[in-house]
């Protein structure tokens, strides 16, 4: 358990972090500080490589400590009905400040190409980390605790459709309209 809040921890001063960055990338293209812009796009990335490092270090213990001991404290006798890292202040603004950011991802795309390739590269790798994390743990085959009641769609497939979402925000003209809030 300790490893688990401990990296959790971790992972929402780094979430802070990004907000912080994305929000610095925000004000710079406004201004416009194509330097200052470039920077922040690069912390960003960065703290997404490392919020996908969070994710390995939080999960770093046997399927069966997530099993009898993990997963039980997550469920409605200890906490709320679907609870998620996404009830989290932080990473909802975190969503809401990507979609108000999608028409400025859209610039970035050509005017920042080398920074916004990696920060799209690091948001995916988050993800996928995240779900090398779920399918550890049997994500693979049980429903997201975030979703129990939604249907049979697995942990891993949830997040499979939330990185399809997310990632879009940075690729407007990705085809992607899928803007998931939640």
Known sequence: MR????GHQIFAALTQ???FALQGFEVATREPDHQHAREALKLAADLLMASATAFRFTADFPPSAYRDVVRPSMMARHVGEGF???LSVDHRQLVALLVRMRPLMG???????SEHKHLTLAL???YENHKFVCAQF???KKPSLRCPNSGPLPGVEQLQRYQRARVGL???DSGTDAVIIE
Do not use: D, K, Q, Y
Request: charged fraction near 15%; hydrophobic fraction near 55%; charge should be positive.
């Open 3 to 6: 490893r688990w809040v401990l």
């Open 17 to 19: 972090g990004v907000i």
């Open 84 to 86: 998620s890292g996404l």
């Open 107 to 113: 610039e970035a795309v050509t005017r920042f190409a």
């Open 124 to 126: 995916n790798h988050v």
């Open 138 to 140: 049997v994500g693979a």
């Open 170 to 172: 940075l690729r407007p």
